[in-house]
């Protein structure tokens, strides 16, 4: 069964948060994405002290700050690089550019597009960076990305992989891709980041009754 994935927006009151999560750790089989980025106080002094709540709770996590200057991104993603709990998710724009070493065992490598016609190329791009794990998110019609999910499953059986249909209108194509592609699957945790994500307890109920 695919894991659950649940995009965490940290909050103000963040140790609580932590707490809550590493709680519903016990009932839910899931992995927290911190997105960082989407943080009101995301500079580097209070990302340290979250992540280190994060490491006493020992929680395992997915890192995820998403920009597009280079320099940030190298001075953000140093500090889950410390923590060996964190999975740091990186999008492939940056990661080609940029002078941090990334640990292949720990690294996601993130691809958003909405052009189908662009999919076959960059996947087989993509391929270059080796077993890493590689995520796609795309906002194309149903049909394609049926047909997306389709070349996925008959090339492709080594990476670890989401594709990940996005848009309201393609909510029900997340739990396809769970059920054919997908090793890790994203939901909310408490409120959306985006049109389309199931809360992590839906998400968990429909996976449990298919398995
Ligand atoms: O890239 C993705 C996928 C996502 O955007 C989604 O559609 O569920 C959620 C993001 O937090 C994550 O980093």
Redesign the pocket.
Known sequence: MAVI?A?VIPEKDYENQIKLISKKLDDFHFIP?F?MD?WTNNQKDSIEKYMKIVDDYSLPN?F?F?TEELSIADEIYKIPLNHENSIL?IDISIISRNSINYPQNRTIL?S?FSNPLEFRNRFEKLAKYGKVAI?L?STFDSENILDILWYVKHTDGERIL?I???GNENQSL?IVSALTVSDFI???FDK???A??YSMELLFKILEMIY
């Open positions: 994935v995009s994405e997105r989407l997915i995820t998403r998710d993130s958003h995520k998110a989401s990940v249909p996005q997340r994203y939901s909310s959306p980041v985006i389309g994500q």
